[in-house]
């Protein structure tokens, strides 16, 4: 019973340990299930952790544990473990459903109105909403709906959805808004949609586990470039995008609620210091792959 209960704590170390090392050298649908596994082990142990301390004293208990952390894993906690294992599938459920409702309640708002697929763009093989609200600053965003019935499919589905600003339409070039969905296309063939904004919505629950605000933060900077990577790859027009994040970034910008994969990613000082570097990235790439000048891209 006590190695059956070490189990969790050590999957959850080989996780960490395994995605500290696919952060950069790993297909980002390999990074995000990997950090998905983390998350729920390490929700897993939070909970019954929380679960034992309120149930063991409270303050006394921390100190207890702080001084004998193996205590956690006696045979005779096993039921407090299976609380914690169902107090962590509560916490991830309201997180997606969070999720689900903040989409949903997007679409029925903002009230969008459908847009033709660029003809220069790939189709995706998921089903694919490409849609226009009216806003008047410029933004670009895209996120997971589960669907069910519908269309050909009968039983439930995933609905990417990608939203543009009509300012942002108005303001950007068209080579510039095809760089734009190929760069939340990039999002969505990474999942980011179905993982990252999850994780994102479940950070701004648990504010106050310091962990899961780092890997959301530094998972979402990284599916930024991934995403731009993306873009390029689809157009080979580094400097539209660059040109369309530029244009977007100068403008009055929104505040997104959670569960959005934003084009500007995350918003403040530390979102204009990121447009910035992603600015300045896809310049460089552009100088290192001899890309046309801005007049002629």
């Known amino acids: 019973m006590v190695v059956a209960l070490y189990v969790p704590a050590l999957i959850w170390m080989l996780c960490g340990l395994a995605l500290l090392i696919a952060f950069r050298r790993s297909a980002p649908r390999v990074v995000l299930r990997l950090a998905a596994t983390f998350l729920a082990l390490w929700a897993l142990l939070a909970t019954t952790t929380l679960i034992w301390v309120l149930t063991n004293g409270g303050y006394s208990a921390i100190v207890t544990l702080a001084r004998q952390p193996l205590t956690l894993f006696e045979p005779r906690w096993a039921v407090l473990w299976a609380l914690g294992a ?31 697929w660029p003809a220069n763009l790939p189709r995706p093989a998921e089903a694919v909403r490409l849609m226009q609200f009216h806003s008047f600053r410029p933004e670009a965003f895209s996120f997971t709906l589960l669907a069910v019935g519908g269309g050909a499919r009968a039983g439930p589905h995933r609905v990417e959805v990608i939203l543009l600003a009509d300012e942002l339409l108005r303001r950007l070039e068209p080579e510039e808004v095809e760089a734009t969905i190929a760069h939340e296309l990039g999002h969505i063939y990474d999942l980011d949609g179905r993982y990252l904004t999850f994780f994102r919505t479940l950070a701004r629950m648990m504010r106050w586990d310091p962990l899961l605000a780092h890997l959301a933060n530094s998972l979402t900077r990284q599916e930024e470039y991934r995403a731009d990577d993306a873009a390029v790859a689809m157009t080979g027009r580094p400097l539209a995008l660059a040109r369309a994040l530029f244009k977007a970034s100068t403008l009055p910008r929104t505040s997104l609620p959670p569960g959005m994969s934003a084009f500007l990613g995350t918003s403040g000082r530390r979102g204009a210091a990121e447009t910035i570097r992603r600015i300045e990235r896809l310049v460089q790439l552009a100088e290192r792959s001899g890309s046309p000048s801005p007049e002629g891209a």
Not at 95 to 114: C, D, E, K, W, Y
């Open 86 to 116: 169902l107090g962590a599938f509560v916490v991830f459920a309201i997180a997606f459903s969070v999720n689900q409702l903040v989409g949903r309640g997007f679409l029925h708002i903002l009230r969008p109105a459908t847009l033709a």
